[in-house]
């Protein structure tokens, strides 16, 4: 299984970016797509992520109402439009693929240690 991100770059504050990620492979049931990020010595934090077959949604809170993850299930393929970035959304954002374990969409559905396959990551940089 591939996982690939793009769509990262330089971005003013308060622009937006369109953040792309495919998933190349096979996997067997239910899939899950997350987005998660990494700011300079900072710890991964889980942003997004989406059922790839029922379509439900996850965002954590800083996000909610600027950013929109969506899903194309023919490509196994899942984007995040930002809007309204901050420079302190700078950092790495990488993609990643689980299976779902239960059907509850909280925080507890983007926990980083539940994800299988991990993309290389895709800069972004919001400047002042």
């Known amino acids: 299984v591939n996982v690939v991100e793009s769509g990262g770059g330089l971005v003013q504050a308060g622009g937006s970016l369109r953040l792309s990620c495919e998933v190349n492979?096979?996997?067997?049931?239910?899939?899950?797509l997350g987005w998660f990020r990494q700011a300079p010595g900072k710890e991964r934090e889980g942003v997004s992520c989406?059922?790839?077959?029922?379509?439900?949604?996850y965002y954590t809170d800083s996000v909610k109402g600027r950013f929109t993850i969506s899903r194309d299930g023919a490509r196994t393929a899942v984007y995040m439009q930002m809007e309204e970035l901050n420079p302190e959304e700078t950092g790495v954002y990488y993609c990643?693929?689980?299976?779902?374990?239960?059907?509850?969409?909280?925080?507890?559905?983007?926990?980083?240690?539940?994800?299988?396959?991990w993309g290389q990551g895709t800069q972004v940089t919001v400047s002042e």
């Open positions: 989406i059922s790839m077959s029922g379509g439900s949604i």
């Open positions: 492979g096979f996997l067997l049931g239910r899939i899950v």
């Open positions: 990643a693929t689980k299976h779902l374990l239960s059907d509850v969409w909280n925080i507890d559905a983007i926990r980083a240690w539940q994800y299988d396959y």
